[in-house]
């Protein structure tokens, strides 16, 4: 389930990867006080939860999406909730004594225009390319062979992102501003759909794949299992 109120969500133009260290054993009951805290309180004032994510046989990480249309709503949205809401002056300081570090966050704007995330899925994987001095020509291998070949085997719900290299206006809150980043994120049905495509992806033509590791200094990727949606389709099954 995503949670914002715009058109789809091409209207997101700035993204924050929020990936959280907390204290063992605590994924699913942060899980469950964020979710039932935070996520409508902060949609109402403008930040939009697009995702919320446990890393598979991790007792300790919580991942999620946030969105906003752009920097000054971002701005406005940390002023409104961290500063003066009621809601995370109840509740902040118990969220808080449940993580250990919460600066691991990226913050992104689209590659392209349309960049919808299709969060209500099972699975979504984030692909981290870092690319030293090789950013431009690895959007350029992207956009002619390697999204091309995604098409071809019919992964296409994937967009792409860079850093948004604009101020961090609210350092209370750090981000990674890395002009050498390119991000992709991809959402798969289940299990069997993200295997069936990664086991074609692995088998790309070896061209590509030599051309995108001569070009990717690194390239690391985390699975995430979508919260909300396994835990509805868990309900569903019950029933």
């Not at 752009?70 to 003066?84: A, G, P, Q």
């Not at 704007?109 to 919808?116: A, E, G, R």
């Not at 209370?172 to 049905?189: A, C, G, W």
Request: proline share 3%; net charge negative; with cysteine.
């Amino acid at each position: 389930m995503a949670y914002n109120n715009l058109e789809d969500s091409e209207n997101i133009q700035v993204l924050e990867v929020r990936n959280y260290l907390l204290k063992p054993n605590l994924a699913d009951s942060f899980s469950d006080f964020f979710h039932t805290k935070f996520v409508e309180p902060m949609q109402k004032l403008g930040g939009y939860t697009l995702g919320e994510f446990k890393i598979e046989n991790s007792n300790d990480r919580f991942v999620w999406l946030r969105g906003f249309k752009d920097m000054s709503t971002r701005i406005k949205f940390l002023n409104d909730f961290y500063c003066e809401s009621a809601v995370w002056k109840e509740n902040g300081n118990a969220a808080n004594e449940m993580m250990i570090n919460s600066d691991n966050v990226y913050l992104l704007k689209p590659l392209y225009k349309n960049s919808n995330l299709k969060t209500n899925k099972g699975i979504t994987v984030i692909d981290f390319y870092i690319c030293n001095s090789t950013l431009e020509q690895v959007i350029k291998l992207f956009g002619e062979e390697y999204i091309p070949f995604l098409n071809s085997i019919n992964s296409i719900d994937i967009s792409f992102w860079i850093s948004e290299m604009k101020e961090n206006d609210f350092p209370r809150l750090p981000v990674f501003q890395d002009k050498n980043l390119l991000v992709s994120i991809t959402h798969y049905e289940d299990r069997n759909e993200y295997e069936t495509k990664q086991k074609a992806i692995d088998n790309m033509p070896s061209s590509l794949k030599f051309s995108i590791q001569q070009l990717v200094t690194i390239h690391h990727k985390l699975l995430l299992l979508n919260q909300q949606t396994n835990n509805q389709r868990t309900k569903n099954d019950a029933n």
